[in-house]
């Protein structure tokens, strides 16, 4: 099944409903104590003006959705700083090269770091000449276990449209805006990207747009 076992916890768990974490749930320490995650992505300087901002919007984006789902699930989470992460990447530009998941992990002192290497990302739909948006990424997501780096679980391959194949190409027009439409896209990322770390209700599958 290619299953872990943290996300077969929460499949298994008496009458919950919701569908496991799709890459590996994150648990505390210890009992009562507070989940450290940090997030980081990384586009390989993407140069779209669009764009410009995609690794930060995306790590905070996934912050604050994974902040909202653990306070719902009323556990106690503590995630560092979208503004940390920068600080971090602007004081080690070599990082991506020279430094590893463990040893960023290390630094901010986290449980669980998230790692997103975003492979590819467009706003507009293909031939459209600009005029019609349709979102789409292909992001690699890679999640390291501090505590346990051997139980890491493989990368997994987040591919992403929005709106989706069902749905028409939003129009470029002055009803929305190359940045509004941006946003849009990011936090529709941000919601699915959760689901891999939180178990998720199984009409989310429909309802998230």
């Known amino acids: 099944m290619g299953c872990n076992i943290p996300s077969l916890v929460y499949f298994?768990?008496?009458?919950?409903?919701?569908?496991?974490?799709?890459?590996?749930?994150?648990?505390?320490?210890e009992k009562g104590k507070a989940v450290r995650i940090a997030v980081m992505a990384y586009s390989g300087g993407e140069t779209d003006?669009?764009?410009?901002?995609?690794?930060?919007?995306l790590e905070s984006q996934l912050s604050q959705q994974?902040?909202?789902?653990?306070?719902?699930?009323?556990?106690?989470?503590?995630?560092i700083p979208t503004g940390k992460v920068q600080e971090f990447k602007s004081n080690h530009p070599?990082?991506?090269?020279?430094?590893?998941?463990?040893e960023i992990a290390q630094y901010f002192k986290v449980d669980y770091l998230i790692y997103l290497e975003i492979d590819s990302i467009s706003l507009y739909q293909n031939g459209s000449?600009?005029?019609?948006?349709?979102?789409?990424?292909?992001?690699?997501?890679?999640?390291?276990?501090?505590?346990?780096p051997d139980e890491s679980p493989n990368p997994k391959t987040f591919a992403c449209m929005y709106p989706s194949a069902s749905k028409a190409p939003i129009p470029n027009d002055p009803s929305t805006s190359p940045r509004g439409f941006y946003m849009a896209f990011i936090e529709y990322m941000g919601k699915r990207l959760a689901w891999y770390f939180i178990p998720h209700e199984i009409n989310q599958d429909i309802t998230c747009e």
């Open 66 to 79: 994974l902040f909202r789902d653990f306070k719902e699930n009323k556990q106690a989470v503590s995630i």
């Open 94 to 102: 070599g990082w991506k090269k020279s430094m590893d998941l463990k």
């Open 49 to 57: 003006t669009d764009l410009i901002t995609v690794e930060r919007d």
């Open 12 to 29: 298994l768990a008496p009458g919950d409903p919701r569908e496991a974490p799709m890459l590996m749930g994150l648990t505390p320490p």
């Open 129 to 148: 000449s600009r005029m019609l948006f349709q979102g789409r990424a292909n992001i690699t997501v890679s999640l390291l276990n501090s505590r346990n």
